[in-house]
């Protein structure tokens, strides 16, 4: 299967306001200029994808858009700042609040935030996308910014439905990878793209959530192996970040084995290969451990790795609890709020790059056998492995002494 969007277009695009008001960076001030410029704009073109919570949203304009007053604008060129944005809006007749994201490793992060004065503007506005951005090489990149404006709830959003997307090369950003989904799911929301702190580069990994169940179900294995870019992706369920208002059956975690055959038969059929790629095999999970652990050992560690770069590559897997990598020792713990997400970030992240080196995970000792004070935090011991069915037993033979001949 091909991969039909360009890989190579502008970095990705947050476009949840208030997630990226919270960026690093300062922002610019939003008095209106009025400047006027040519006139001409065609209206054609149909609607952008855009970021929500760091990444692409795109719920485009659907009728919850429809008392919205803030557009997102997106795929800016480099030079172009909140007063030729303002002169754009005011030569076709709306004066704008414009707030500019800055990127704090590029300066432009480009993309900005439009607020009109009425939702009507903003749904006229929003009819502008695709033709070209007067006085540019650019096409307008229009579409509702999530949540409606600078004063967005967040928790009056519905519910959510997640999926984890890896083996993402370098070369996709979020706005590539929303609209591959959104080709296929009417429901994709957005997309987020985890990325290091440090480079800012894509860890290569990242979520697509979407706002119904069915079409997150139908993406696990319509989209298993599918081309994103250069490279096949490979998908599992994720826990979405907003839970809020959720009616439907819990997310199906398939990391979970439903049976005593262990993780590869129950998670893969009968002794199917993977599809987790090269960060390792699947762990089982809920067997031989404590049910109520959520504390995740991250063996392996580089001596330069800070508790916040570890912290930033499980956040996207649930709440943390807390993050500790004790002093010399090359390792480190991460606690969950829930079990599933620690689940799945040993299954996930089993052998993933982090710092120089790669990283061994199992389960840390549970709080509740947590010993007296003191007591060394070690890993729990790894549950034994079966065989999968048609496969011939191992051979151990430690039980057995060597016999002298004379």
């Not at 300062?26 to 400047?35: A, C, E, K, Y």
């Not at 604008?73 to 754009?88: A, C, H, Y």
């Not at 993402?168 to 591959?180: A, D, I, R």
Request: proline fraction near 9%; glycine fraction near 12%.
């Amino acid at each position: 299967m091909a991969y039909p969007y360009d890989p190579n277009q502008q970095g990705s695009f947050p476009q949840d306001v208030n997630s990226a008001l919270h960026q690093e960076g300062t922002t610019q001030g939003m008095t209106p200029q009025q400047q006027p410029i040519p006139h001409g704009v065609a209206e054609n073109g149909s609607p952008a994808s855009f970021a929500q919570q760091g990444g692409v949203d795109g719920n485009g304009g659907s009728a919850a858009g429809d008392a919205k007053t803030t557009l997102w604008m997106g795929e800016l060129e480099p030079w172009i700042d909140e007063n030729f944005i303002r002169s754009v809006w005011f030569g076709m007749g709306e004066t704008v609040s414009v707030k500019m994201i800055r990127d704090k490793f590029s300066g432009n992060a480009g993309y900005c935030f439009v607020d009109f004065t009425s939702p009507a503007g903003a749904a006229k506005a929003l009819s502008l996308n695709g033709s070209m951005i007067p006085n540019t090489s650019r096409p307008f990149k229009l579409n509702w910014a999530s949540g409606g404006g600078i004063a967005d709830r967040r928790d009056d959003r519905g519910p959510e439905f997640s999926i984890f997307v890896g083996d993402l090369g370098p070369e996709v950003n979020e706005y590539v990878l929303v609209s591959l989904f959104q080709a296929r799911f009417p429901s994709c929301k957005s997309a987020k793209i985890m990325t290091d702190p440090i480079s800012g580069m894509s860890r290569g990994y990242g979520f697509v959530r979407f706002a119904n169940e069915q079409d997150q179900q139908r993406a696990l294995t319509e989209m298993q192996g599918v081309y994103c870019g250069n490279r096949p992706m490979r998908i599992s369920t994720a826990t979405p970040k907003n839970k809020s208002g959720a009616t439907g059956a819990p997310v199906n975690m398939p990391m979970a084995p439903q049976s005593g055959m262990g993780a590869a038969p129950g998670m893969y059929g009968l002794g199917a290969p993977s599809p987790m790629g090269y960060y390792g095999a699947p762990q089982p999970m809920n067997q031989f451990t404590d049910p109520n652990n959520t504390t995740v050992f991250v063996g392996g560690l580089s001596g330069y790795v800070t508790e916040d770069e570890l912290r930033s590559f499980f956040q996207g897997f649930g709440e943390i609890t807390y993050v500790k990598i004790p002093p010399g020792k090359g390792c480190g713990f991460v606690q969950f709020v829930q079990r599933h997400a620690a689940e799945m970030a040993i299954n996930q992240m089993q052998g993933y790059p982090i710092g120089n080196s790669r990283v061994r995970l199992s389960w840390g000792r549970s709080q509740n056998n947590s010993g007296p004070a003191g007591t060394p935090y070690r890993p729990a011991p790894p549950p034994p492995q079966y065989n999968a069915m048609g496969m011939p037993p191992a051979q151990h033979y430690a039980q057995y002494q060597q016999i002298q001949v004379s």
